[in-house]
């Protein structure tokens, strides 16, 4: 049997990046988790929010890692206060808040936009432009 390998960042729980700073006591926490998620997904080409045993968000990762893009991930509920940043800012959808695609520092989507955008050709150059691929 061979095992998989995946090639995407995955960010550790309890580390730098972590939610626990949108809690502060008497701040705006809907504001608060908003600019940690924008900062968070300006900070590299592609970035996807989601949580560990999703199908959903199994399908995006291994698109992203089959077109050679190799983007930062952000387990949510391995993250403290994560799930629940992320709900407030996105709202919970129809078919919930993960995964949550920023390419270029621009939220995408969920699966259907970016499978959307695979299919009608326009992923790609959106990855070349935020610099997520170069040929």
Known sequence: ????THSYHKLQPGGKKDFDSTRKEGGDRTAMAMEKV?????????????QSGCCMCHVVKRLFCSLGVGPTVYELDEQSGGKKA????????SQGPVPAVFV???????LDRVMAAHINGTLVPQLKEAGALWL
Do not use: D, I, P, Y
Request: charged fraction near 15%.
């Open 38 to 50: 924008e900062r968070l997904a300006a900070e590299n080409a592609v970035v996807v929010f989601s």
């Open 1 to 4: 049997m061979q095992t998989q």
């Open 86 to 93: 992320l709900l407030r800012l996105l709202g919970a959808g």
């Open 104 to 110: 270029g520092g621009k939220l995408l989507g969920g």
